[in-house]
């Protein structure tokens, strides 16, 4: 059985399993199969992210429309995948406890940080405040529902994104070893081209649904 099977939503057919393809490898959990689920996170975030603009796109925006038969199915298709991508981020980004925090995989953290600081073109305290905005949604909206009155939609592109494709990249390239990533995406512009292939589906899709009941 393969990933997909387990998890539907997360693989399956379609142009973009080419880029962001999953395959199930069975054993326990050692370093390797960390990795493994680490950069199945970061094509997660990816696919996700890539559907839900498309859903934002000026041919999908009809469906979004509250006067639009199926407007309900549509808005919440497209907050789905919203939350899924900041599920996974914070797994990889924004929670120090989850077992795929970069933290718990990466060889020289020190180094990582810095390094991921000034890839992004931010602080340390500017991040802290990204993840921050982005585990307030998960923990008050997602996870959980807490008190708050409104939802404060993260903003996941720029670092947010940028940090996601970092840790991916190095991940990949420094960290797994030979044979580690059989199945999935194994350089950083396969995760780029993946990206492209999931927002031209989804984005056809929209489409092609907008144009049927215009």
């Known amino acids: 059985m393969t990933e997909q099977d387990q998890h539907p939503r997360r693989g399956g057919a379609?142009?973009?399993?080419?880029?962001?393809?999953?395959?199930f490898v069975p054993g326990s959990l050692d370093r390797?199969?960390?990795?493994?689920?680490?950069v199945i996170l970061c094509q997660n975030f990816t696919r996700n992210i890539a559907f839900y603009r498309a859903g934002w796109a000026?041919?999908?925006?009809?469906l979004l429309h509250p006067k639009h038969d199926h407007a309900a199915f549509w808005r919440q298709t497209n907050g789905n995948f919203l939350d899924i991508c900041v599920l996974e981020w914070c797994k990889l980004l924004g929670d120090k406890k989850a077992k795929h925090h970069w933290t718990k995989l990466v060889f020289d953290p020190v180094s990582f940080e810095a390094a991921m600081y000034k890839h992004i073109g931010i602080d340390a305290d500017a991040f802290a405040l990204k993840v921050q905005?982005?585990?307030r949604y998960r923990d008050t909206f997602v996870a959980h529902l807490d008190s708050d009155l409104v939802a404060h939609i993260p903003l996941?592109?720029?670092?947010?994104?940028?940090?996601?494709r970092f840790y991916h990249e190095h991940l990949v390239t420094n960290e797994a070893r030979a044979g580690y990533l059989v199945g999935l995406t194994g350089?950083?512009?396969e995760l780029v081209r993946g990206y492209d292939q999931?927002?031209?589906?989804?984005?056809?899709?929209?489409r092609h649904r907008g144009?049927?009941?215009?």
């Open 14 to 23: 379609g142009p973009q399993a080419n880029a962001l393809r999953v395959e």
């Open 32 to 38: 390797r199969d960390r990795l493994r689920r680490a």
């Open 58 to 62: 000026p041919s999908a925006l009809p």
């Open 133 to 135: 905005e982005i585990r």
């Open 156 to 164: 996941l592109d720029g670092p947010a994104e940028t940090a996601l």
């Open 187 to 189: 350089a950083s512009d």
């Open 198 to 206: 999931c927002l031209a589906e989804a984005t056809a899709v929209f």
């Open 211 to 214: 144009q049927a009941t215009s």
